[in-house]
């Protein structure tokens, strides 16, 4: 297990020493711009978790047009009952493109682990083999999540 505090090592850092390692595993994150989880897999992010109230995929489907109301509703509903993951079900039963899926699962990794760069103070804590109860088919470099991060800091300036 590796654990440190963000007053001493930059959230970014601590990103790139795992994908350097190709780490898999979860890091979870407490500070007061928000706690969350990441999901590593062999150096890449392929799942993220908030604390603090998101919208998920699925709604961010829905906003998009991609994807009714309804048929999210009974998607979730299928999925409760056959026990299937939300993004499998709706590609497979044609709801979703391949593509669509993955931007709203990219979107959704994105804000997380851009929410959770605004600690500046806190701990983290990582976990090898750590593993999310997903079905998410994308993995993200970290130096693109890096890169997006200063991205949205020369906008602000």
Same mark, same amino acid.
């Not at 009714?68 to 499998?88: F, K, N, Q």
């Given at each position: ?22 780490? /898999?595993?979860?890091?979870?994150? #407490?500070?007061?711009? @928000?706690? &969350?989880?990441?999901?590593?897999? =062999? *150096?890449? $992010? ?28 009974? /998607?979730?509903?299928?999925?409760? #009952?056959?026990?299937? @993951?939300? &993004?499998?079900?709706?590609?497979? =039963? *044609?709801? $979703? ?34 593993? #999310? ?25």
């Amino acid at each position: 297990m590796l654990t440190g505090t963000l007053d001493d090592f930059d959230l970014r850092d601590v990103f790139r020493l795992l994908s350097f390692a190709h780490k /898999t595993g979860k890091l979870s994150v #407490a500070g007061p711009a @928000g706690g &969350g989880r990441i999901y590593f897999r =062999r *150096g890449r $992010v392929y799942h993220a978790e908030s604390d603090a109230l998101r919208e998920g995929f699925g709604r961010k489907l829905v906003n998009a047009g991609k994807l009714t109301e309804l048929e999210l509703r009974r /998607t979730l509903e299928y999925c409760a #009952a056959h026990g299937t @993951g939300l &993004g499998d079900a709706l590609v497979t =039963r *044609g709801l $979703v493109a391949p593509e669509d899926l993955e931007a709203a699962l990219r979107q959704e990794i994105e804000e997380v682990v851009l929410g959770l760069f605004h600690n500046d103070r806190g701990s983290f804590a990582f976990e090898d083999d750590e593993l #999310a109860d997903s079905d998410t088919v994308i993995q993200l470099h970290v130096e693109s999540l890096i890169e997006e991060d200063f991205d949205i800091v020369r906008r602000q300036v």
